[in-house]
């Protein structure tokens, strides 16, 4: 290959120990990491600046994926801000389950939404430890990954010029519709997918939320959630045919079936509000095996993605993060690869931990609106066993919390 120009609009030489594709919350933890050790790194994003910073995703983060951020000094406004949330409600047979997992276990989620995150972890690599990232890039390519000399190649926004990057590594955080994993040659990748046949209306309400914790609906007319975000802005989720139509859910028919699903005698009434979000997701799962090819390493939703039924998700993509920036930094400063050897093995222990903990989860949410006598049976037990069971609840709040001691 010829000698490479410099970046568009930078004197920079188009060189980086690592290139991370995608700036979310697993990509600007790798290059925060990177940063905090001083080593140079290129995040390239293909939104700007403004739409990362206000996309509307997970809110709920677990302890340890707190403290791995505190621990990298990444984490100051979120502790300042974030709520603290130590119980959970289920709603079933018309009966309101308080489960206190802060009591079973000490320990507790922080309610913080990932736009909020996102900002931080933006402000903090590119404004104060001065990590370069190009956003709005467009048509992102990889070349030679199984050599030690691989590279990226993207069409800069302003001057329509592909620009190309040659790295040492490349972190593939860019997610379930991004580049990297689509790299990986089909002939030697394996995805592992399990589709649940449901979907979930996903919805913002301007609304500040109903109780002071989140709280599960398990009704035959199907699963309703309410997960708080803010003191004005609640999510809420009702269960529908996959692939339905928004539209088909207007006002008032998504507060009827949030009053319907998530009643119960003695609870006080929703706090209804506009709704300003409404999309449907399809609840799926699929793990990507391996998470590493040549010289690129996938990390987040790129290398797997968990549904949402145990909000789950953001904290794999920082524990992805937590491993490969740690490894990038023990390989590129003290030239040790234990770490990056063993970065697949770690990774994949907790991805398929909380696989099996969604998948168990999504029988007790959707069990009784599955119109099996059988199963609707099956998962009642299964909601009683979590209150007349002191070995059952601390199970349960044990893998709620992600606190198992094997991590």
Known sequence: MTELPPLAGSGAPARFPVVVVGAGPAGLTVGNIL???????????TGTRE???QRPRAGVIEEWAVRGLEKRGLARNLLDRAELHTACEFRFDGERYRFPYGELTGSHHFVYPQPLLVTDLVREYADVRGGEIRFGVRDVRLHDLDSDRPSVSYVCPDTGERQVVRAAFVAGCDGARGVTRASLPPDRVRIARH???????????EAPP???????????????????????????????????????????RVWAELRERLGASGAPPLTEGRLIEKRVLDMHDYVVEPLVHGRLYLAGDAAHLVAPIAAKGMNLALHDAFLLGDALVDRLTRGEDGGLAGYARASLRRVWDYQEFSHWLSEVYHGTAAGDPFRAGTTLARLRRLFTSPAA????????LGTAARY
Do not use: K
């Not at 589709?195 to 309400?205: F, K, P, V």
């Open 210 to 252: 109903s109780t002071d914790c989140v709280l599960f609906g398990c009704h035959a007319r199907g699963f309703a959630g309410q997960m708080p975000r803010s003191p004005e802005v609640t999510r809420y989720y009702l269960q529908c045919p996959p692939g339905d139509d928004p539209e088909n859910w207007p006002h008032e």
């Open 393 to 400: 609840a601390a199970a349960f709040a044990e893998q709620y």
């Open 51 to 53: 739409f990362i910073e």
């Open 35 to 45: 940063r905090a050790a001083s080593v140079d790194c290129l995040v390239l994003e």
């Open 195 to 205: 589709d649940y046949g449901i979907g979930w209306l996903a919805l913002l309400a």
